[in-house]
Nanobody, 123 residues
């Protein structure tokens, strides 16, 4: 049975950092491309960052480039999102997701999803 459990969210002030984790089980972690997506209040789901199946490539939504870093730990079967210089507009429910391909750019391609974790950036 597939499980993807996010952790590391919370309430921080603008400019601070958080690291989200997504512990995955029930599938071969190394065979899946992965991503982080988010949904802000009153808005639709948007992708934030993705990483290739083997971890050799990554991509970011423009508003988070230079601030967020995605990574895969194959020994721990865990996906991370290091978020620095957080802004109020980063406030959202963040989801990790897995896709059975080398790289996947469409939300609909992702078959496994976590339950989401709240990140709130406010002074």
């Amino acid at each position: 049975q597939v499980h993807m459990v996010e952790s590391g969210g919370g309430l921080v002030q603008p400019g601070e950092s958080l690291r989200l984790s997504c512990a995955a089980s029930g599938f071969n972690f190394g065979d899946y491309a992965m991503m982080w997506a988010r949904q802000a209040p009153g808005k639709g789901l948007e992708w934030v960052s993705g990483i290739y199946r083997d971890g050799t490539g990554e991509y970011y939504e423009d508003s988070v480039k230079g601030r967020f870093t995605i990574s895969k730990d194959f020994a721990k079967n865990t996906l991370y999102l290091q978020m620095n210089s957080l802004k109020p507009e980063d406030t959202a429910l963040y989801y990790c997701a897995a896709c059975s391909g080398y790289v996947c750019y469409e939300l609909n391609d992702y078959s496994y999803w976590g339950q989401g974790i709240q990140v709130t950036v406010s002074s």
